[in-house]
């Protein structure tokens, strides 16, 4: 029998950009370093992800030491962006819930407007104080999470990718598969389980960091979304409305809350401790 394994782990350094592949990567308590540190707001202070900007798939932004980052997109000069000095927050609104950032110069302002055709700012998430609280539903007292869009990280199967593209295959827009897991923005990816194993998980562990697994992850239009081109489709929505309705929601992937912080690493070892 195969054992389970870290296939890969994905870094969002500002949310809704394009993922950034990594070898390791250090898990704190909301969310593994430099991961969605970063985030677009519109002229109300209100988020701005894929769900209103799909070209935002097409933009990239590369981590730098000490948390700032180099944004770039097709056919652009690259920018550089530092870590705003913490002088005063601004409110913003990350769905229902209200956070303190510190703004970017206005050259990445100016840069990401530029790109997406509206008027956006870019924050940064500054003090761990300034972390949201993990849905009281699913999370304990004192548990966080920077700006994701609710649990420190996500995870996913290849198993699971591959038997839903089997499900796509059958379905009404079979054009459009098999799907690639980058549509899915997931944290961690393991291989070697049974398709749909995460679902009967309650706690893991990979490499040293234990993670409990909080609940499943409720998917939305940003699945829909080519990431390489940010042209939307059906899929994967429509076979997940078919086969993975729970409720209200279309599962797909987990969402894991750290027990305590360390390294993981791609080929660790992902341990199921309940």
């Not at 038997?163 to 079979?174: C, I, K, M």
Request: hydrophobic content about 40%; charged content about 25%; proline content about 9%.
């Amino acid at each position: 029998m195969v054992s389970p394994v870290l296939r890969a782990v994905h870094i969002h350094p500002v949310k809704s950009l394009a993922a950034c592949a990594a070898e390791q990567a250090v898990v704190e308590p909301w969310g593994l370093g430099g991961d969605r540190r970063w985030m677009l707001i519109d002229v109300r202070g209100k988020v701005v992800t894929q769900r209103q900007q799909p070209g935002m798939a097409q933009l990239s932004a590369m981590p730098l030491p000490g948390g700032g980052v180099t944004v770039s997109a097709p056919g652009s000069a690259p920018l550089t962006v530092d870590v705003p000095e913490p002088v005063c927050t601004v409110g913003a609104e990350l769905f229902r819930d209200k956070v303190e950032v510190v703004e970017a110069a206005e050259a990445a302002h100016a840069w990401f407007s530029a790109r997406l055709g509206a008027e956006v700012r870019l924050v940064h998430l500054d003090a761990p104080s300034h972390r949201r609280p993990v849905d009281p539903a699913f999370g304990r007292p004192g548990e966080t999470v920077s700006f994701a869009d609710g649990y420190p990280l996500l995870l996913t199967s290849s198993a699971s990718l591959d038997a839903l593209n089997a499900l796509v295959a059958r379905g009404d827009h079979p054009e459009e598969g098999p799907l690639p897991m980058n549509r899915f923005r997931p944290n961690a990816v393991v291989d070697g389980t049974a398709p749909w194993a995460e679902d009967d998980w309650d706690r893991i562990a990979i490499g040293e960091v234990a993670f409990r697994v909080a609940k499943p992850c409720g998917r939305c239009i940003v699945t829909t979304t080519d990431q390489r081109t940010s042209k939307r489709g059906k899929e994967p929505l429509r076979t997940l409305a078919r086969h993975r309705l729970v409720g209200r929601d279309l599962l797909f992937g987990q969402n894991l809350i750290p027990e305590g912080t360390g390294v993981i690493r791609v080929g660790d070892p992902v341990r199921i401790l309940g």
